[in-house]
């Protein structure tokens, strides 16, 4: 698909192998349309500039997420209102967000669950009021209660960007996640399911806006035989190369879907009777990718055993796990930043543990992590 590209010497953003990357997304998403972007960031920043978020407004986010999902938020200036998670699938917990909802139409927020006082000039910048947009996410492919958070999102009229960068090829039913709120995005970045090295895609049925998004990403360039701008545009715009790349990806999503699901199977089956380590079932009607395998380690079942042994004792063997994201309502940078919920996604952070997880690990990659695992789960319970 490079090469075809090379050959046909049209080595520029846009182009028919973008088109044609675009025409994949919406085959297999079933969403009305697909724009390819230069990252999943850069989607989120569009939506939200399409929603016409402004300083002071307030976004919900889901707090148990990879900082990409809030930052775009701050770009504009508004301000993000975090929510907690859900034990079930470890994203936005319905009920919290009601609670957000209601807090930030109130203007009450400081008041709410573990919520923190605004900065000062947090507080007088803000302006109470009705949230500009919702943004759930399928954390680690498992998608997120849907149905819940949309009937939120419908009894207060209030837009959903679904946050799938990390969840092509999963569904709740027949439906793909991305193809779930008003507008979703996908990430193409290196460490997703599939990649174009850097990328990403906005997803709508909403053909005005998708028109709209286009026009945005590529400078915001009036109809004009000269280069005339009456808004303020970026460079956003997927390269016709990496479209490429992309193309050649979906031919194998199902196969890497299959592969990470694999990964699931096994790390389950090795670990599912060790006390204390547990597994994210997929509800009814449920299809996770798997993008990562996750466990969480309860130290108080594990005789003592924390996620950081686990880590540790891998790490002793060269081999690389990871804490799951840190929640944003504990980052340095979002301090001062509303929050509702309770403790759920700060207890699935603390014990909270992401294993090997790609597409490519062979047998033996996995035999050999398994040893490892088996080695410190079952020595410190000796
Ligand atoms: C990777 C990721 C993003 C950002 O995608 P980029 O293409 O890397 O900009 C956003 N949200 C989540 C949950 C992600 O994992």
């Avoid at 993008?291 to 380690?297: A, D, F, H, M, R």
Wanted: glycine content about 10%; charged content about 25%.
């Amino acid at each position: 698909m490079v090469n075809e590209v090379f050959d046909s010497n049209w080595i520029a953003p846009l182009g028919a192998m973008v088109c044609g990357f675009e025409q994949d997304l919406v085959k297999y998403t079933g969403a009305g349309h697909a724009a390819t972007l230069s990252s999943g960031t850069a989607a989120i920043h569009l939506a939200l500039v399409m929603l016409d978020v402004q300083p002071g407004d307030y976004v919900i986010c889901q707090s148990l997420t990879f900082s990409a999902s809030a930052n775009p938020i701050r770009y504009l200036g508004a301000t993000p209102v975090f929510v907690d998670s859900e034990a079930e699938t470890w994203n936005m917990c319905p009920e919290a967000l009601e609670e957000a909802v209601v807090g930030c139409v109130e203007g009450r927020m400081q008041k709410t669950g573990a919520g923190r006082d605004l900065s000062g000039k947090e507080r007088d910048s803000r302006k109470a009021g009705r949230p500009k947009a919702i943004i759930p996410v399928h954390l680690y492919g498992m998608p997120a209660k849907m149905d819940e958070i949309r009937a939120v999102a419908e009894k207060y009229d209030i837009p959903i960007i679904e946050d799938a960068a990390e969840a092509l090829g999963s569904r709740i039913r027949d439906i793909m996640c991305g193809n779930m709120g008003d507008m979703g995005i996908l990430s193409f970045n290196g460490n997703k399911i599939i990649t174009t090295s850097g990328g990403g895609a906005l997803l709508s049925d909403d053909q005005a806006l998708m028109k709209k998004a286009r026009f945005l990403a590529t400078q915001a360039r009036d109809p004009a035989p000269h280069y005339e701008h009456s808004e303020i545009g970026y460079n956003y715009r997927l390269s016709n190369v990496l479209a490429g790349i992309g193309r050649g990806q979906m031919k194998s999503i199902d196969e890497r879907v299959a592969q990470r699901r694999f990964n699931y199977t096994f790390y389950h089956n090795l670990l599912k009777d060790v006390p204390g380590i547990s597994f994210l079932p997929e509800p009814e009607g449920f299809f996770s990718n798997r993008w990562l395998t996750t466990i969480q380690v309860d130290p108080e079942k594990s005789n003592g055993i924390t996620r950081e042994t686990i880590r540790l004792a891998l790490e002793k063997e060269n081999i690389e796990s990871r804490p799951l994201w840190k929640p944003m309502h504990l980052q340095p940078v979002f301090t001062g930043y509303p929050y509702f919920g309770h403790t759920v996604a700060e207890k699935l952070f603390d014990n909270g543990l992401c294993l090997p997880s790609g597409s490519g690990m062979s047998d033996e990659d996995r035999e050999r992590v398994g040893a490892c695992l088996m080695k410190v789960t079952n020595s410190t319970a000796c």
